[in-house]
């Protein structure tokens, strides 16, 4: 189970980290990522890691926001500065018990998944 939380409303160029923390695994083990959606559009990847530490980021997001995970508290973070409107989604992380060659932000890479935390950057 993948429960996320930290989302919040906040002013443009502020910042959030959200958190999703997980049971019945270990994200050592895995890939895990963060994805966000907004109504009438697909769920779109923004950073994804593996076991190795290895990461990868949306273009948008690049030089912004960073994922990181703490294998002690079995949370993934995703720390997000200069906010911006158009990063207004709803933000689900999702994990793979499997290593992700390529692709791994692509939702279909994913088996499990949390249920949502919304964020809102005001302008």
């Known amino acids: 189970q993948l429960v996320e939380s930290g989302g919040a409303s906040v002013e443009a160029g502020g910042s959030l980290t959200l958190s999703c923390a997980a049971s019945g695994s270990t994200f050592d083990t895995h890939c895990m990522a963060w994805f966000r959606q907004v109504p009438g559009k697909d769920r779109e990847g923004v950073a994804a890691?593996?076991?190795?530490?290895?990461?990868g980021y949306q273009d948008s997001v690049k030089g912004r926001f960073a994922i990181s995970h703490d294998n002690a508290k079995n949370t993934l973070y995703l720390q997000m500065n200069s906010l911006r409107p158009e990063d207004t989604a709803m933000y689900y992380c999702?994990?793979?018990?499997?290593?992700?060659?390529?692709?791994?932000?692509?939702?279909?890479?994913?088996?499990?998944w949390g249920q949502g935390t919304q964020v809102t950057v005001l302008t």
């Open positions: 999702a994990l793979q018990p499997a290593y992700i060659l390529s692709d791994r932000l692509s939702m279909g890479k994913y088996s499990y």
């Open positions: 890691m593996d076991i190795d530490g290895v990461t």
